[in-house]
């Protein structure tokens, strides 16, 4: 159950691009309360969050549901080896993967009270990553010749995710309107953000950092990132494509920073890591 690896190299270009510095955010630590680590993967309009805990890095992990200060648990009754949530949407659909007892990995939407599979065909692997409103999912799925493509799932229907020349493609987040993110490892090596408004697909790079991975978006066209700078450690990124600027944010306690969500009021969400690599789950609050 772990997210592909995101690959520290050089981009070979820069999008012009306005940078403005990210307003004060407060950053709240969010633990288990039992020693184990913890990360947070999306927050909905409504403040709702989604995480998990491990032991380890890598380690299997449980989700867990955050509703203010409360926290509540949510596996997959299919789950042997552990369930993520990786995706919240606005109405509370939560989607995410779970490991079976040999160890395979399957994804789900839960909507209503009922878990149910998404299992694109050809699937041996698959993570579900984001959902709307419209309970349109997306994420990504490994086939039998270990391929991985992206995809989308409007619960009928499946729609396959590639980009010219990728390796591996992942659809990661998507707004209401349909609008989503996508990543892909391209044949020179790098990994490779995309922004897929109204169909038109656009790369987004944050100048002056080695790689940028986008993940989830809000309704108002801002997207978290995960960036990486020339000395290879790891920051929060918000790119807003309204404004075409580009914004960092770093949780004080951390040696790297992850940046997974962000809603509609602009809180973010993620992990932060340590220098004696402890990871923690955030909730970051403030203005961009």
Excluded at 72 to 81: E, F, G, Q, S
Aim: overall charge negative; some cysteine; glycine content about 12%.
């Amino acid at each position: 159950m772990n997210r592909t690896s995101l690959v520290a190299a050089v981009l070979l270009a820069a999008l012009p691009a306005h940078y403005a510095a990210a307003q004060k955010y407060t950053f709240t630590t969010i633990t288990d309360g039992k020693g184990m680590m913890t990360s947070m993967h999306d927050i909905n309009a409504k403040g709702t969050a989604v995480g998990g805990v491990f032991a380890s890095l890598g380690d299997v992990r449980n989700c867990f549901v955050l509703t203010g200060k409360k926290k509540t648990p949510l596996n997959d009754p299919n789950a042997v080896n552990g369930t993520e949530c990786w995706g919240i949407s606005s109405t509370g659909t939560i989607v995410g993967d779970y490991v079976d007892a040999n160890e395979a990995d399957h994804g789900y939407i839960y909507s209503n009270g009922t878990f149910s599979d998404i299992a694109p065909p050809g699937s041996v692997y698959t993570v579900v990553y984001g959902v709307n409103a419209s309970n349109v999912a997306i994420g990504y799925y490994i086939d039998k010749k270990g391929v991985y493509f992206g995809f989308l799932y409007d619960g009928t229907k499946f729609t396959k995710l590639t980009v010219k020349g990728g390796t591996t493609t992942e659809g990661f987040g998507i707004d209401d309107a349909g609008d989503y993110t996508l990543t892909s490892v391209l044949s020179d090596g790098y990994t490779h953000s995309y922004f897929v408004q109204g169909g038109k697909r656009t790369e987004i790079l944050f100048p002056k950092y080695e790689q940028t991975v986008l993940h989830h978006m809000n309704n108002n066209g801002q997207i978290s990132a995960t960036i990486i700078d020339t000395s290879g450690n790891y920051h929060c990124g918000v790119y807003d494509s309204v404004k075409d600027k580009y914004y960092t944010l770093d949780d004080p306690k951390g040696t790297i920073t992850i940046g997974d969500g962000i809603n509609d009021s602009e809180t973010v969400v993620g992990r932060y890591q340590t220098a004696k690599s402890v990871s923690y789950g955030y909730v970051a609050t403030g203005k961009l």
